[in-house]
Each structure stands twice: as C-alpha cells, then as structure tokens.
C-alpha cells in the first residue's frame, strides 16, 4: 500500500537524520534522553505519528501471506480444509494434515492465523488508546484514524471468532504487569457485540465511499457489517430473520451508492480485470490487503503449477493449492469463469511466461496470476509482483444481499437482479424471477458463492455459517458433519466446526481452556 510504504520510508528517514543529529556532541549526547529510544509514550505524540502507528495495523495486515512451513502460506489454513482444492507436492506435513482434515493446535497455520490476528488486534489498540490524547490535531483526521482502526481490530476479531469461537477479548494495551494479561476466552456473543460496535463507530467516522490508497472506505465498512450480520443470522448464534434483514439492508446501502455511482463501485466487465494490478483498490475491490515488492510482493504464489515454466521463473511453483478435478468440473457448461485463460483457471500457458504456448495437463487457479508480473503471450514479465489480495468485492455484496433478502421474504426484483449479473458476466442463462420459490433461490445463490468467490478463503466460512458443503457431484448441498472432501475423500465431523487452540498459546497462557472440543 503506498500509504504504508511512505510511511515507513518516512520512519526510516526520520530515524537516520537523528543519528546524524546524535553525532554532533557527545556531552548532548550524555547529557539527554535518547529520542530515539521510543515508548508509547514519547512516540504517541504529534499527527504523523498517529498516521505512522495505523500504518503499522495495515502492514500487520500482510502475516495472511506469511510462513507457513516448506511449498506453504498461511493463506491456506482457508482453502486446504474446503475440499475445493488439493495439492500436487504434499511434502509439508502441516498442510497435509490440514487437506487430510487431522490437524491439530501444533498445525503451524493454525498457530500463524492466531498471532497474526492478535497482532492486528494489539497494534489497534495501540492506535485507539493513544491517538485520541494527541494535542493539537485536525478532529476531522483523529476521527478517520480511530475509524480505521476500529475496523481493522474487528476485521481481526471477525475472523478470530469463526476460526476459535470463544476468544480471548482484548480492548486496550497490554504488558506483562496487565491485570488480565492471560485472559480467558470471552463468549462469541461478545466478541461480536465488540465487532458490531466497532464496525458502527468506523461507519461514523466521516470515511469517503472509495479509497484508491488501500485505507479502510465507507463501502467496505457497510459490506463488512453486511457480511458480519449475515453470519449472526446463521450458525453458530443462529439470530434468524433480524439480522438476515440487517445483512440485506446494509447490503442495500451498498448497491443503492453503485447504482447511482457505476463509474465508482460496479462489477469489472472481465474476470481479467479482477487480477489486474492497475484496478487495486478501485470499482469491484472493496478492500484488499496491499502487496508491493518494496517490502513485500503477492503472496498467492503457491497457486502456480508444480514445476511448470508458466512464469519468468522457469520450471518452479509448488502446485500446493490447485483445483480439484470435481470442483473445476462443477461449473456449468459454458461458464466464461471456466474458459482456459479468460476466467479463474488455465489449461495452458507460455514457456517461461512469454514463450511458446503449452499445455499444463490440468487446471490450475489463474484467480491471482498477475500477467504483467510473470509474463503473457510475447510480453515478458516485468517480474514485480504488486497485485493486492481481494478481501471484499462488490460481486459478494451482491450475493449478500440476494441471500439475506430471500430468508426475509423471498426474492425480490433487486436480488434476482443482483443474482443475474453475476451470472451474466458468466455469460450464463438465470431463470426469471417468477420460476424460482424461496429453497431454490436459496441454493441458487449458495452455489453462486461457491463458484464466483471459489479461492478467495471465503468459502470455508460460509461451510461454517451455513452448516452446508456444496457436493461437486450431485451438484447440491450437502450437511457439514458428514459431507466427504473430494479432495482426501475425507469427512468432516463436528470438530472441524472450530479450529483448535494453538498449543504454544496454550502453554503461555493457562487460562485459554479448555481446548476446543475433540483436539488433543
């Protein structure tokens, strides 16, 4: 994100121009505190600072493309365990288990989902309690700094909640001298009261409609809340109807701003334009977490074939996440998001990126492949990888609002309207309106989810919202305990409704008990 690489920069510079300064007199030097020695207390002071500190949140952000062991990504906790996808190397024991769902709290993407989004949450604490002490700052910029903050700590709880249920609630700084510096785990109910509340308060906080810098947008806020109300009404808290109703109407505010604003939120006219680096942050991407090769570059590249030359690389990708022959099979005939190239998968590609076209002997993900970065047909690649990761794009608002509005009332005009255009971009036919009845339009939109957000870590929680897993075969839905992963012919139980505890975090923190159930 360029906000974040300036702001770096910036600390940077900051700091090499007071070494400069230190180096004029020793006696000043003995004499005074070290400025460079920062603490929450000196640092917290004028309003680059509190620009520099949510930069930092943002940054945190980036732990999702991080280590998870040898040909692995943290990522894939979320795509491993849906049985849409599989892998062509298993030499990572780690995420093995997690395609062979028998993963545990040693599982190392378990334990990276947990730091990651703790870090997320304690860096925005930071943010929330100090910013708000900073004297003299513009109101108008204080208010837009807490708002962001206070949706990246509920993005982070958001997620921590579906993931673990009950969780450890943390709002404020903590050190080792906290009172409830080893908190046990609150009700999920909790957490998400503190998520709707914080989602509320960025709502407020005067943030514009779009923000092609990466920073949180009034359009993200309310598809977040839609997304977060969506998942009250259905499992675990099973909420029902109001907050299926809550789901549509935030949703609608949404849609309502596209419709009169298309040239600032609608869908891209091709799926190519959803992988393209020069559309980040702009039109159908809501949110995103922002990659540059400056500090660090898109962290998808486990997607790529195992030992095929598809990029300027040369023979190389690990091929630990590719699409499961069922599932790439499950898109209807002549759905233009199964077409080699042109949607999300490919058949073939150019040696080495540019080269001559050759065939890979089976689908893989073309979802996040940036083609001006690994190379297309005569163009070599410039081989800086900036695209950013999708989190929320307009296209699930639109499913969104189809879904919830159909358990309030059955589908209306708007949601078989929002229905259509996906799958007109698809290039597929939509029965009218008039044909469906409240459980087919159901499903309809759930497979709808399945296939346009496939590969975006998304569908694993709407597994656990739903309680459903879509079976590639019959083409239907499945219950969640029971249903077979095609992709280890493996069958998902009741366990697997939660993650587990991480163990380290376990072992640090006695009062995280007891471990969710059926895990060692």
């Not at 005939?333 to 490919?346: H, I, L, S, T, W």
Request: aromatic residues 12%; charged residues 20%.
């Amino acid at each position: 994100m360029k906000f974040n690489i300036k702001r770096k920069a910036l600390s940077f510079l900051s700091l090499g121009l007071a070494l400069l300064t230190f180096n004029t007199g020793c006696a000043d030097f003995l004499s005074e505190e070290d400025p460079s020695n920062l603490t929450p207390e000196s640092f917290y002071t004028i309003p680059d600072h509190a620009e520099a500190a949510l930069a930092s949140v943002y940054a945190d952000m980036r732990f999702y493309g991080g280590d998870g062991g040898i040909f692995s990504s943290t990522w894939q906790l979320m795509e491993a365990t849906t049985g849409t996808s599989t892998t062509e190397t298993a030499q990572n024991s780690d995420l093995n288990n997690l395609y062979g769902l028998i993963y545990d709290g040693r599982t190392q993407h378990v334990i990276n989902w947990w730091n990651g989004l703790y870090r997320v949450i304690a860096q925005a604490n930071l943010v929330l309690d100090r910013v708000p002490a900073i004297t003299p700052m513009d109101e108008n910029q204080k208010r837009k700094i807490l708002g962001e903050a206070r949706f990246l700590r509920a993005w982070a709880y958001f997620y921590a909640v579906r993931l673990w249920g009950n969780v450890p609630l943390i709002t404020a700084p903590q050190t080792a001298s906290s009172e409830d510096f080893r908190p046990s785990p609150a009700p999920q109910q909790q957490i998400y009261d503190l998520i709707v509340e914080d989602l509320l308060a960025a709502e407020s906080a005067g943030l514009p409609w779009m923000d092609q810098s990466g920073r949180v947008s009034q359009a993200a806020v309310k598809a977040q809340l839609a997304k977060v109300y969506l998942t009250m009404a259905g499992f675990p808290l099973n909420l029902g109807t109001q907050y299926y109703t809550l789901a549509a109407n935030k949703s609608l505010e949404v849609i309502e701003y596209a419709n009169g604003n298309p040239g600032s939120i609608n869908l891209f006219p091709e799926y190519g334009d959803l992988h393209d680096e020069t559309n980040g942050n702009r039109l159908e991407h809501l949110f995103m977490i922002q990659y540059n090769v400056i500090v660090a570059g898109n962290p998808m590249n486990n997607m790529f074939p195992n030992f095929k030359p598809v990029t300027f690389q040369g023979p190389g990708g690990t091929g630990s996440t590719v699409p499961t022959i069922a599932f790439y099979e499950s898109f209807e005939e002549g759905d233009k998001r199964a077409v080699n190239q042109e949607g999300f998968f490919y058949t073939s590609y150019y040696t080495n990126g540019s080269g001559e076209p050759f065939d890979l002997g089976a689908p893989y993900i073309f979802k996040h492949f940036n083609r001006a970065a690994l190379g297309t047909a005569g163009v070599p690649g410039n081989r800086a990888n900036n695209l950013n990761v999708p989190l929320i794009r307009f296209a699930e608002v639109l499913l969104m609002y189809a879904e919830a509005q159909n358990e309030v009332g059955g589908p209306n005009a708007l949601a078989h309207e929002g229905l259509k255009r996906i799958r007109d971009r698809a290039e597929l036919e939509t029965p009218a309106l008039g044909e469906f009845t409240t459980d087919s339009f159901r499903e309809a939109v759930w497979k709808e989810r399945w296939h346009e957000l496939c590969y975006e870590q998304i569908t694993w929680f709407d597994m656990l919202r739903l309680r459903k897993a879509y079976n590639e075969l019959t083409d239907g839905f499945d219950d969640f305990v029971g249903h077979v992963n095609l992709s280890s012919n493996q069958t998902l139980r009741n366990m697997h409704l939660l993650m587990p505890y991480p163990l380290p975090e376990m072992q640090n923190n006695p009062n995280l008990t007891p471990q969710n159930p059926d895990y060692p």
